[in-house]
Each structure stands twice: as structure tokens, then as C-alpha cells.
């Protein structure tokens, strides 16, 4: 499956909207938003990172966006979110966006409490290199302004697929590591008030 979500799954520094037309209906809780992603080096020892800086918007009719902030990745070790950084996410202003539609019905029909699983196919844009996502959701309903919308399953993306392989090549390199993984799990957490 090509990919991200969630997310390598799934974050801006600010709502922008993508589409024309149509007003915002929901709009993302940014600190409690976040896009999760694991690796394995020398395949023994597993991590978890995830990016600071996620936004998103739902519009009238479904159209969705999700912005990511790729600069704000935290791997929790302060050179590696440096070459991360300067080697992966090259860039001025590296940034992911996943657009796409969504039956937005379907959310507005939830009660509070209610939950649901919902399909959503959407598109990737990853430094340029666009994927599409094809993922299910599960939405909660956490009262009548406020829903919680995370991946089902994690969504696996290939760092091929995104086009960092030489990044990862040298973030390898410099690390002095026998391998890093090369497909990924990621997981999309997104809080929305409308």
C-alpha cells in the first residue's frame, strides 16, 4: 500500500485552506492532534517518533485536509532530529499534506459517545511525491462539537514510496547502524471542534 498517513501518518504549523469554496466545519485541536510513526535500527532496537506541528480542516461536504510540519519531528535525540532535518526532510519549509474526501454524514449522524469505522482514500503529498492513502478510521463522537478520529490500523509507508531512501541511506551511514527500516507503521491521532 503506498502511503502516508496517519503517519508515517498525518501536520502544520497553520490551517491553510487547499480547496476553494465552502466554509470550515471542523477544525483540528492542534496540541491534542498528533501523527506517530515507529522505526527499527540494526533490527533489534524499536523507536517512536512523531511529529509536533499537526492542523487539519473538514469542510462542508467532506473535503479534508491534514498538514504536517515536517521540521518538527521529534525523534527524542536532538542530532537526529537535526539530520532528520538537513537529510530527509530537505526543504526551506518541508512540509506533508493529506487531502481527500470523506462522508461527512456519516460523522455528522454520530451521537456523543457513538463511534464509527469510516474508509477514507486520500492523497499524499510527501516532498513533492504524491501517494494515495487508502486507510480506515475510526471516528468518536466526543460530544456535539468535538470528535476524535484515529487510524483503525496502523498504515505502513515505504520510505521508497516517499522518496527518502537516500536520507535514510546516510542518516544510516552516520549513525554508524547495520539497517533502518524501510517500511514503517504510522498512526494519525486528530482531534476536530467545530
Do not use: C
Amino acid at each position: 500500500m503506498k502511503f502516508l498517513t496517519a503517519l508515517t501518518v498525518t501536520a502544520l504549523m497553520m490551517v491553510t485552506p487547499v480547496f476553494a469554496g465552502g466554509h470550515i466545519v471542523w477544525k483540528s485541536v492542534d496540541d491534542e492532534s498528533r501523527i506517530a510513526f515507529g522505526s527499527v535500527k540494526s533490527n533489534v532496537a524499536g523507536e517512536v517518533h512523531h511529529f509536533n506541528k499537526v492542523s487539519g480542516i473538514v469542510k462542508e461536504k467532506g473535503e479534508m485536509a491534514i498538514s504536517i510540519d515536517l521540521a518538527s519531528v521529534e525523534t527524542y535525540v536532538d542530532i537526529r532530529n537535526e539530520r532528520m532535518g538537513e537529510h530527509v526532510f530537505k526543504g526551506d519549509h518541508p512540509k506533508a499534506t493529506i487531502t481527500g474526501t470523506i462522508n461527512i454524514d456519516q460523522v455528522n449522524s454520530l451521537k456523543p459517545g457513538e463511534t464509527k469505522l469510516i474508509n477514507v482514500v486520500a492523497n499524499l503529498s510527501f516532498a513533492g511525491i504524491d501517494n494515495e492513502i487508502d486507510a480506515q478510521m475510526m471516528v468518536a463522537r466526543l460530544s456535539q462539537n468535538r470528535v476524535l478520529v484515529t487510524t483503525a490500523d496502523f498504515v505502513m509507508v515505504s520510505t521508497e514510496d516517499l522518496g527518502i531512501e537516500p536520507g535514510i541511506d546516510k542518516l544510516m551511514q552516520l549513525a554508524g547502524l547495520e539497517s533502518i527500516t524501510r517500511v514503517t507503521p504510522v498512526a494519525v491521532r486528530m482531534v476536530f471542534e467545530k
